[in-house]
Each structure stands twice: as C-alpha cells, then as structure tokens.
C-alpha cells in the first residue's frame, strides 16, 4: 500500500515536473518582463479601449472586491460610451439599421447569464447580471430580453445614434457585407478577471459585426464560445469573427486546454491553430478571418493570440496597466 501511495506520489510530481516543463512560446518569454511580484488579482481584455475598463475594474479589485463586480463595472465604461463603435448603442448597426447588443457574464460558482439582439439598452451586461441573478433561465433574447430589461427598470433608450444613422445609410449605397480583419480595430470588449481571492469572473459585450443580418448572434453571448470561466482552472474570452469561435466553442476549449496543462499563452495558440485547421479544411481564405483569444490561470498568467496581426489586449496586474500586442498566427 505504502509503495503504491509513493508511485502515486512521484508519478503526479513527475506529471508536474512536465507541465511545468514546457518550453516557453515566444509571446511568454516576452510576457516574463512585465512580471508581477503576487498574482492576485488580475484583470485583462480585448483591445485597446481595454485599458479604460480595467482601470475601473481594478478600484473593485484593488479593494478585495469581487471580480464579478469588477468585470461587469469595467465594461459598462465602454458600453456606456457612445463614440464606441462596436460595443453598446453607439455601435454600428445590422443591415436594417438596428443596433443589436450582445452580451454574457459568468462567475465563480458557473453562474451564467446572457442577453443577444438585445435593442434600446445602454448597459446589456448588466441585463446579462440580472437574467443571471433573477430568473430562472440562462438567455433571453430579442423583444423578450428588452420586455425583461424593462422590468427590471432599465431605462429603453431612444432609436439609434446620428453617427450610426449616417454609416448605415452610407452602407445602404453598397449593401456589401464583409466583415474584414480588425476593420474597426476595437470590436467586442471581453474582460477576464481574478480576485484577490483567487475566484474568476468574465464578462464579454458588443454591437456585434457590423451589417450582419437582422437577428443574427454571434459567439460573444454564448458561454463557451465568447467566454468560459472555471474557477478550478481560469478563465477565457474571445473577439473577431464570432461564426468562427463558435465552430470550435472557443473559449470553452481555451479553458479546457488549460486544465490539461497548458499554459494560457500555450492554450490560446492551440485554439487558433484548430481555427486554421479548420478555415484550410473549409476551403475558406485565413485572410478573411480574424479571432483572437485571451485567458488567464490561477497562477495570475496570462496569454492571448489571434489569427492575424493588429489585435492588442490589456493587463493590469500588481504592476500596472499595460497594452500589450497580440503575437498571431499569419506572420
Ligand atoms: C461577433 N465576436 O459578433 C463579435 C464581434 C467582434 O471583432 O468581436 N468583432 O462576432
């Protein structure tokens, strides 16, 4: 017996000794310079404006809050923001001139909530909290999600902004819909986060591709394919073309990978690479796509990577906030 608990013993040491092994990717090695003296907490998100949610998002976090709060705080500043084009009312709109948000949230205990084709609500993240907290179901969408916002006594916004007005009309003249690679260059805000007491949250939001038909969905609301969070592994959360993260129920891969082991910068490139597997078994171009991932493990390590180059995420950790670039696949 006592031989067989010491096999067992080195064999799960041997295990470990392997996966901390693993020969570092060249985005760790550069990652190891901005490194902080604790892990806790951590918050990181999708592209630049990233950088605004999470200073917001670390006041909660700096104060023992819960990274919960934390993400749903830090991206309201971007859906709150009219002169965002991709997230919340000011976001572009769909081929009949509608705004139509997105959006999910997932905690520690796999509490998940979600809203999609959301219209006329400033904050859908929060509609996403409270269909998490308050109801008995995990999504709601369309006229059901805005009668449920309702209720709760959000306030239903007006139609859509000039600005969005003008772009659809001028879209109308062409009616050509391609999405194109990192064309907006800030999409969706996905924000991931550990508190100090090492539970993850993640909170993911968006207007969604511009011009996309009418009652389309795409992965951002969808838990799995926007977000994952497994308090027992990490956390994941995606951008880019959301048909394409759906195919492989991205962030929920991301998460698993990481619970064999991987690194997340390990993680998220072996996500990408089953994109690009699939793209080429598809007969589609790599040009025309974009995804990017970003996760986080209970070790306060962080990764992401994309398909192409030009998308940028941002960590604020124990030692300050920073944007950092992707590496990515097409180089
Ligand atoms: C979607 N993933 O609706 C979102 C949009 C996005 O970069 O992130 N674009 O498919």
């Known amino acids: 017996m006592e031989n067989r608990r010491n096999f067992i013993k080195t064999s799960a040491l041997a295990a470990a000794a392997v996966l901390t092994n693993i ?33 917001e998002a ?9 990274a919960l709060d934390a993400v749903e705080t830090g991206v309201k500043v971007i859906e709150g923001n009219m002169n965002e084009r991709s997230v919340g009312l000011g976001g572009r709109p769909d081929r009949d001139g509608h705004v139509t948000l ?9 509490n998940i909530g979600s809203v999609a084709c959301l219209e006329h609500i400033k904050h859908p993240i929060s509609v996403a909290r409270a269909v998490m907290e308050k109801t008995p179901h ?24 000039e600005e969005t007005q003008k772009d659809w009309k001028e879209w109308l003249k062409t009616s050509n819909y391609k999405p194109q690679a990192n064309i907006e260059n800030h999409d969706t805000i996905g924000m991931i986060a550990m508190d100090s007491n090492g539970n993850f949250s993640g909170a993911c939001t968006t207007s969604g591709l511009a011009y996309k038909m009418h009652g389309r969905v795409g992965d951002s609301p969808i838990i799995g394919a926007g977000l994952y969070v497994d308090n027992e592994v990490g956390a994941a959360t995606a951008t880019g073309h959301g048909e394409e993260v759906i195919r492989i129920a991205g962030c929920h891969s991301v998460v ?3 619970r064999q082991g991987r690194t997340p910068q390990q993680a998220c490139e072996e996500a990408v690479a089953r994109i690009v597997r ?20 209970q070790n306060g390590q962080y990764g992401a990577y994309c398909v192409q180059s030009g998308f940028n995420f941002a960590v604020y950790n124990e030692v300050g906030n920073n944007l950092i670039n992707s590496d990515f696949y097409m180089k």
Not at 25 to 39: D, L
Not at 141 to 149: C, E, K, N, S
């Open 58 to 66: 670390w006041k909660i976090l700096a104060n023992n809050g819960k």
């Open 256 to 258: 698993e990978l990481m």
């Open 278 to 297: 699939i793209t080429k078994n598809r007969g589609k171009n790599l040009k025309d796509i974009q995804v990017g991932f970003i996760a986080i493990n």
């Open 102 to 110: 997105d959006a999910c949230i997932m905690d520690e205990f796999a």
């Open 23 to 55: 020969p570092k990717t060249k985005a760790e090695e550069k990652q190891q310079q901005i490194k902080p003296a604790t892990v806790k907490p951590i918050v990181i998100s999708t592209w630049k404006f990233g950088i605004g949610a999470n200073e």
């Open 138 to 161: 995990v999504m709601l969408v369309g006229d059901g999600a805005l009668q449920f916002a309702i209720s709760q006594g959000f306030t239903k916004e007006k139609g859509v902004v």
